[in-house]
C-alpha cells in the first residue's frame, strides 16, 4: 500500500474517532470510565474468587467498596460545604469590605468614582441575570446527565467483570495467531499501567487533602480542609487543575479574611505542597510508568475537556497512556507512540539518519526508542 494511501487512512480514522466521541460522548464516557475502575477491582475480584467466593458476590463486593468510598468523599465535602455556608453573614461582611476596598483603588487610578462604578454594575445586572438564568438551566441538563453517568456506572462495571473473558476473547481474534504474544504482553502492560496510575491517583487526593489542609488548619485558615480537598481533587486534571486550585483556594480564603496574610499563607502552602508532591511523592507512588510529554498531556486535557466536559479531563491521561501502548506494539503507528512519549533522542534527527528511522535507537535518558 503506498505510504500517501496509508497516512490518508490513519487522518481518516482520526477524524472518524474524534467524531464518533464528540457525537457519543454521553454513552462512550461512562463506558471508558467503568472500563478503567473495572481493571483497578480486577485484584480484588481475583482474590475473592481464589477464596472459592461466589462470581456474582466477586463483582458486587469490590463495586460496593467504590461506592462507600465514593460517597465517603460526598459526605465529607458536603459537611465542608455545611460549613462555609454557615458562615455566609461573616463571608458577606467580609466581601463587602474587599469590595469597597477595589472601588476605592478604583477611583485612586482612574476617573471613575463610586457612583459611576455602582452605575456600571447596575447596567450591567440584567445581563448577569441573563446568564445566571442560563447557567442554571444548563446546570440542570449537566446535573441530570450526572446523574445517569453514577447510575450507568456500577453496571457497565459489573458487566464487564462478568464478561471479561469474552472481552478478551474478543480482542485476541482480532490478530493472527503469532501476533497473540504481543496482544497478551500490551493487555497485561495496559492493566498494570492504569492500576499503578488510578491507585496512585487515589493516594494522591488522600494524602494531599490530609496535607494541605491540616497545615493550612494548623496556621488558622477557616475552610482549611475544604481548601485542601478542592484542591486535591482538580490537581487530577493534569496542569489545568493545579491553577484551578489555585484560584479557588484564593477565593476561599478573600471571604474569611481581611488582610492579604491568608492569602499569602495559602499561595505559599500550595507552592510548597504541590512541589513536594510533583517532585518527590507522586513519581515514587506512580513511577515512571507513564511517560507522556507535556504538549500531549495539556492538549489530551483540552481535547477532552471540549469533548467530554470535566470527565473527559479526569481520563485524558489514561487514555493517552493505553494509545501509547497500543501505537508502540504496532509497526503502523509506532510514530504516534514516540509522539506521546518524553523520551528525547540524544542527537537531533535532522543531522543524523538514524534518529529517523522507527527501528530502536537510544535516547538521552539511556532508553530505547
Known sequence: MPITVKRSIELLGVVLVGALFVIG????????????????????????????IPEVFAIVLPILIV?????????FFTAQVGMLVADFPQIKKNVSLHLHALSEWISNISHYSPTEQLAFINKKSNDLLAMAGNAASG???TLSSVFVFVGLLPIYIYLMLFYKDILLRFIFMWFKKDDHPKVKEAIYETESIIKSYLVGLLIQVTYMTVLLGGILLLLGIKH????????????????????????????????????????????????????LDNNILMPRIVGSKIKINALMSILGV????????????????????????????????????????????????????????????????????
Open 224 to 275: 482549611a480542609l475544604l481548601i485542601g480537598v478542592i484542591f486535591a481533587i482538580l490537581n487530577l486534571i493534569p496542569y489545568v487543575g493545579a491553577l484551578l486550585g489555585n484560584i479557588i483556594g484564593v477565593l476561599l480564603t478573600l471571604t474569611a479574611a481581611t488582610t492579604l496574610t491568608p492569602i499569602i499563607t495559602v499561595l505559599a502552602v500550595i507552592a510548597g505542597v504541590q512541589f
Open 25 to 52: 460522548s454521553d454513552i462512550i464516557m461512562p463506558v471508558i470510565m467503568a472500563f478503567f475502575i473495572s481493571i483497578m477491582l480486577v485484584p480484588i475480584y481475583r482474590f475473592l474468587r481464589k477464596h472459592k
Open 302 to 369: 483540552v481535547i477532552g475537556g471540549s469533548v467530554a466536559g470535566v470527565s473527559g479531563m479526569f481520563l485524558s491521561m489514561p487514555i493517552i497512556a493505553v494509545m501509547k501502548i497500543v501505537f508502540d506494539r504496532t509497526d503502523m503507528f509506532k510514530q504516534w507512540g514516540v509522539l506521546f512519549g518524553d523520551e528525547r533522542p540524544a542527537r537531533s534527527p535532522m543531522t543524523f539518519p538514524t534518529f529517523r528511522k522507527k527501528a530502536t535507537v537510544k535516547t538521552t535518558g539511556g532508553v530505547e526508542e
Open 139 to 141: 446546570a440542570a441538563v
Open 67 to 75: 461506592a462507600i468510598f465514593v460517597g465517603l468523599i460526598v459526605w
